[in-house]
């Protein structure tokens, strides 16, 4: 008992150690902390590839109108100005020819008309179901597009803090590397240990304080990635959480449900399916006769310096009805209306498969997520034995009951055991997330 009670004070040791080696080699120490939600926020105002699909969602959104579908009239205005200068020679029956050189005449028109298409098979009514659903599936697009942004906002920022607590755990090895190379260093004096066994200390401290530097230079290459996936200047710096919390497996069934309604994927396959049977409309409609209404308001004013009207003034309304059926195109439209029907068959396989695909995914994901929580718990009870372990290594090592190289096993346990904690708690939350997105659940939000 007595020597657990020294390995635990050992270890408040190291740690205390370990703090100090942290905040003395990590400049980024005492900076503002950035938040897994502060991340997420950020990257909806600032990551471009993001940027660019809310942008092309709100363009969508816009061209959908009665108008542009083709079901509200069209009304124009038009106005000309002419004016000409002629020769002429006129010659009349029993008169003599008239000759005139530089004869000028105008024609002045102006007018307002209205056209409006009443009837074409209800293939505007078509178009305009077809323009909405275009922009939900652009929407949709965008959707998906946040979400897998915030699912790389969350595994990178994960990964952030994974390699800084790696970084730790090779600054707890290199605390007990300094306490081996001191102790051996005091045993070689007293002539109690060999020189062999000083030099080896002083070897695998050397070899640790090489590792810390490779994962340091690893910690600020994902701290990079992460400021690049926020749009920010790559040397920002800042602090991220001492940890990311996990949740417990939802049912299967539940995420199953939600990702058959709520999947990105499956969504966008459904509007896809609308498009298709939209457009399939408006090529039925264009087989139906057009019957169109006109009506305007014109005036026109001529003036001539030759001939037998010296002028002309006309104003008045107009109307009429028109009628208008395609009987012979080069034999497009029914090409058109064939490849309108395979369209439709070809968006219901998609949202088929779509749907199987995100079923497949679904099952695969959550099967990893339940494992993955039994890793985490299997290496966070291995951790606990191997830092006391490592405690009862070192007062023993102090005592002069076992050689510098059984504390070395035993170091190199307690590191591995870390190093394998932190990548068992990332890879949980990288199924997490993964199971969240195929099932729709990084709540959804609006441009």
């Not at 056209?115 to 074409?120: A, K, L, N, P």
């Not at 697009?141 to 699912?151: H, K, P, S, V």
Request: with cysteine.
């Amino acid at each position: 008992m007595k020597g657990v009670r020294m390995g635990t004070t050992l270890s408040l040791s190291i740690c205390i150690a370990q703090i100090s080696i942290f905040i003395s080699q990590n400049p980024a120490f005492g900076q503002t902390k950035l938040t897994l939600a502060d991340a997420l926020a950020l990257s909806l105002d600032s990551n471009r590839t993001y940027r660019v699909s809310v942008l092309e969602a709100r363009s969508a959104a816009d061209e959908v109108s009665w108008g542009r579908a083709g079901v509200l009239p069209q009304v124009d205005a038009n106005a000309s100005y002419t004016k000409s200068v002629n020769d002429t020679r006129q010659e009349r029956v029993g008169t003599a020819p008239e000759t005139r050189k530089g004869a000028e005449s105008t024609s002045k028109v102006a007018g307002v008309t209205g056209t409006w298409t009443v009837f074409e098979g209800f293939s505007s009514l078509a178009a305009y179901k077809r323009l909405g659903a275009t922009a939900a599936l652009a929407d949709e697009r965008r959707e998906q597009a946040r979400q897998n942004l915030a699912a790389d906002v969350i595994l990178t920022y994960v990964d952030v803090v994974r390699q800084r607590t790696v970084l730790a755990a090779l600054d707890s090895a290199v605390a007990l590397s300094r306490e081996r190379v001191k102790i051996t260093q005091g045993k070689y004096g007293f002539g109690s240990v060999s020189k062999l066994e000083m030099l080896q200390a002083q070897l695998d401290l050397n070899s640790d304080l090489s590792a810390r530097l490779r994962q340091a230079v690893t910690l600020a290459n994902a701290r990079r990635n992460l400021n690049t996936l926020l749009a920010r200047d790559d040397s920002a710096a800042y602090e991220v959480e001492d940890s990311i919390a996990l949740g417990p497996p939802p049912p299967f069934e539940g995420l199953r449900g939600a990702a058959l309604k709520e999947s990105p994927a499956v969504r966008q396959a459904k509007l896809s399916q609308q498009v298709a049977s939209a457009g399939y409309r408006e090529y039925v409609g264009r087989l139906f006769p057009q019957l169109g209404l006109s009506l305007g308001y014109n005036y026109g004013l001529t003036e001539s310096q030759a001939g037998f009207i010296k002028s002309n003034e006309a104003y008045g309304l107009n109307y009429g009805v028109n009628v208008k059926m395609n009987l012979f195109d080069g034999f497009t439209l029914p090409d058109d209306y064939r490849n309108a029907r395979r369209a439709v068959a070809r968006a219901g396989l998609q949202y088929d498969e779509a749907k199987a695909a995100v079923d497949a995914s679904l099952a695969e994901a959550h099967a990893s997520y339940g494992a993955s929580l039994e890793v985490l718990a299997l290496e966070t009870s291995n951790l606990a034995l191997a830092r006391e372990n490592v405690g009862i290594a070192m007062e023993r090592l102090r005592l002069g009951t076992i050689a510098s190289l059984e504390l070395r096993a035993a170091q190199e346990n307690f590191v591995s055991a870390e190093t394998r904690l932190v990548s068992a708690r990332f890879e949980s939350k990288r199924a997490e997330t993964e199971l969240l997105r195929l099932a729709g659940r990084l709540a959804r939000s609006s441009p």
